[in-house]
């Protein structure tokens, strides 16, 4: 039974930084796609960054590029997400997931999925 376990949501103001975490466990992830997706209430759910477990190799959706970074601890299991240089446009809940194979940046394409983890920032 794969679990993901997100944390490290919280509320800042523009310009500051967060870092969540997605603890993941139930099996071994090589050969998976570990990615950061976020919503904002009345908006659908939006792709933002993806890492393959096996490379490291990374993609990000534009607005974020140079801001955020995905990362991974192979050794713990554990999926990051550093933001910098937040902005209100930020604000979302912020979903960790995964899927065998290659990235896609359809929700849809998931199979596992976090709790979510809000993400706040004021002006």
């Known amino acids: 039974q794969v679990q993901l376990v997100e944390s490290g949501g919280g509320r800042v103001q523009a310009g500051a930084s967060l870092r969540l975490s997605c603890a993941a466990s139930?099996?071994?992830?090589?050969?998976?796609?570990m990615v950061w997706f976020r919503q904002a209430p009345g908006k659908e759910r939006e792709f933002v960054a993806g890492?393959?477990?096996?490379?490291?190799?990374?993609v990000y959706t534009d607005s974020v590029k140079g801001r955020f970074t995905i990362s991974r601890d192979v050794g713990d299991n554990t999926v990051y997400l550093q933001m910098d240089s937040l902005k209100p446009e930020d604000t979302a809940v912020y979903y960790c997931?995964?899927?065998?194979?290659?990235?896609?940046?359809?929700?849809?394409?998931?199979?596992?999925w976090g709790q979510g983890a809000q993400v706040t920032v004021s002006s």
């Open positions: 997931a995964a899927r065998y194979g290659s990235s896609r940046q359809r929700s849809y394409d998931y199979d596992y």
């Open positions: 139930g099996r071994t992830f090589s050969g998976y796609t």
């Open positions: 890492i393959y477990w096996n490379n490291g190799n990374t």
